[in-house]
């Protein structure tokens, strides 16, 4: 058998770049905003649930970055009188305590007001230049987050370094399917939010256990967690850490901290309620407008609009599958064990 598919396979399988730095050791910028406990799994060798993982993602955007991103910015910066350094191979990692940083590329010899235009008033002559590929389907309005809490890691640690002083940082993203959509944003450097990133890694690589540190995918929504290579072993670790013991007296300050939890709990799931009857409402006036104006698509310079059917999702009826004589004990299996935390309002 012939498969363009598996040569693709084999040669993503085949991809890896040579760190002098040894990457287990500290956390990457690229990794500070991601969840505390992925972090903690990737950084102490566990091993991931899932098989070989082949960052079909990752290959793309180290593709646009040296085919497309550093040719264009050596040419650009040139043309301007301007010095491009750690650029495609001449990259390199720069540690700061348990953080570290590999810039995709530091810019000098630039005026001062060089991302004026970006609402950064001065960026000192030299800044930082960031390279991303995104979805054409993302709707950029901002820097997503882990990005903004990534190159405010990279100044700072840049910054400590003392070979550059980098006042600003510039993030591009270029759209994977058309070249020539760059959406750009810049920032200055925030002392602040590189303190909190040193003091974020200090107490992820300190932690004992991975039941030390919270499971941020998880809080967060989930999302993270669809593509986490340890999310079995995440939520066994959550379910080993359960107690025993039931209904044993908390001593004072304990039991009140309990009683505050449970009151922000309560309170944030009257919200949440609140907050999805009024999205009901909502949606439903969207539908009765469009229904209303015979119409079911419409597009606003700050909004687009769709109300279509949708086919009816496929399922097995079991019980009369029993009921017809089929044993499908075969076909059973019991899953993972999970959690489940209940909480009742005695009010």
């Known amino acids: 058998m012939f498969s363009i598919r598996e040569a693709v396979h084999d040669w993503l399988r085949g991809r890896s770049k040579d760190w002098s730095h040894d990457r287990t050791a500290t956390i990457g910028a690229s990794e500070i905003g991601q969840c505390a406990r992925k972090i903690y799994f990737a950084k102490g060798g566990t091993t991931p649930d899932l098989g070989e993982e082949l960052k079909g993602a990752a290959a793309r955007g180290d593709l646009i970055e040296q085919h497309v991103w550093v040719p264009a910015l050596l040419a650009y910066a040139a043309k301007h009188g301007a010095q491009v350094h750690f650029a495609g191979e001449d990259q390199e990692t720069l540690v700061d305590g348990y953080l570290s940083a590999t810039a995709d590329a530091i810019i000098t010899s630039l ?18 230049a960031e390279c991303k590929s995104i979805d054409p389907r993302a709707n950029l309005t901002e820097a997503k987050a882990e990005h903004r809490a990534q190159i ?18 510039l993030l591009s993203y270029i759209d994977a399917s058309f070249l020539d959509t760059v959406t750009e944003f810049a920032a200055g450097f925030d002392a602040e939010v590189y303190a909190n990133a040193k003091a974020r890694a200090l107490r992820i690589m300190d932690a004992g256990r991975a039941i ?3 499971p941020e995918g998880k809080m967060a929504g989930g999302r993270e967690c669809e593509h986490c290579a340890w999310s079995s072993r995440c939520v066994a670790e959550t379910v080993a850490g359960i107690p025993a013991k039931a209904d044993v007296p908390l001593a004072d300050n304990a039991a009140a901290a309990l009683a505050d939890a449970v009151a922000r709990q309560q309170q944030a799931n009257g919200e949440i309620a609140a907050s999805k009857a009024e999205k009901a409402e909502a949606e439903e006036e969207i539908k009765e407008i469009l229904r209303a104006h015979g119409v079911r698509r419409f597009d606003a310079p700050t909004f687009g609009v769709s109300w279509s059917s949708v086919k009816g ?35």
């Open 152 to 169: 405010q890691t990279q100044l700072g640690v840049v910054r400590h370094s003392g070979r550059f002083v980098p006042g600003a940082v």
């Open 313 to 347: 999702r496929k399922t097995t009826d079991l019980k009369a599958a029993e009921q017809a004589g089929i044993d499908l004990t075969p076909f059973t299996r019991e899953g993972d064990a999970s959690e489940r935390l209940t909480i009742k309002s005695k009010d």
């Open 212 to 214: 030390d540190l919270r």
């Open 111 to 128: 005026p001062d007001d060089a991302l004026a235009h970006l609402g950064v008033p001065s960026c000192g002559g030299t800044i930082l």
